[in-house]
């Protein structure tokens, strides 16, 4: 279940300079910024299938993991961590991908799973990417996101500290990426909800086949 965690920030002279085009749109710095990090995490969450296929490394489970094996686990696969077996919220928690459609859900959702303690507290929000900035919920809002927190990287096996620099310098690449890129707001749900079940599908794969996502992620590329 271990994974790195890898924190992202944009450097404040950075989100400034770019405020400057948008102050007609954003009547706060705070909510440019926001908007910068919800559309980064959009990204992320909609791609997550290929970061999946180039880093999953978690293909067995040690004996006595599971009480009884899964069907699905019969044999290797990509990445148990990043499937719905590994390191992701119970289907009863009732937290998928589309509590990503906009910040506004995304605050009031955990929220309202906390506050019917379908969750203890944030810390069993498992999602691939967690807004970081503010000590409560209700404060990303007023106070901004000040950095993202990426937790779908399996440990690389031939590291120390479980990444490359390679890897770092791609995964710069693919958040600045995800900055730039426009999101859909208007389809934005059913595309949460096709990137959630391609992001199984890639990682319960034979690792040893070619994804099914093979043409996408050339197009990406």
Not at 84 to 89: S, T
Not at 143 to 172: Q, T
Not at 183 to 194: F, G, N, P, R, S
Request: aromatic residues 12%; charged residues 25%; neutral net charge.
């Amino acid at each position: 279940m271990t994974g790195v965690h890898l924190n992202y920030s944009i450097p404040d002279p950075v989100i400034n300079r770019l405020y400057a085009h948008y102050e007609n749109e954003f009547s706060r710095v705070t909510d440019f910024r926001n908007a910068l990090y919800f559309r980064m995490a959009q990204n992320l969450v909609l791609n997550r299938w290929l970061i999946t296929y180039l880093f999953g490394a978690s293909p067995v489970a040690e004996k006595g993991f599971f009480d009884t094996v899964p069907e699905g686990l019969s044999h290797p696969v990509r990445s148990i961590r990043n499937s719905h077996f590994g390191y992701a919220n119970l289907p009863d928690d009732g937290v998928d991908a589309t509590i990503y459609q906009s910040l506004p859900h995304f605050i009031d959702r955990l929220s309202d799973l906390i506050a019917t303690k379908k969750l203890y507290s944030r810390a069993e929000f498992y999602g691939p990417v967690r807004l970081r900035g503010a000590d409560r919920l209700n404060e990303l809002s007023t106070k901004g996101v000040r950095y993202l927190e990426f937790r779908c990287l399996d440990l690389m096996p031939f590291r120390s500290n479980g990444i490359s620099r390679h890897a770092l310098y791609l995964m710069k690449l693919l958040f600045i990426y995800a900055l730039v890129t426009p999101v859909d707001d208007e389809q934005i749900v059913a595309k949460l909800e096709q990137a959630e079940q391609d992001n199984e599908r890639v990682a319960l794969e034979d690792p040893m086949q070619a994804t099914f996502k093979a043409a996408d992620g050339q197009r990406f590329f």
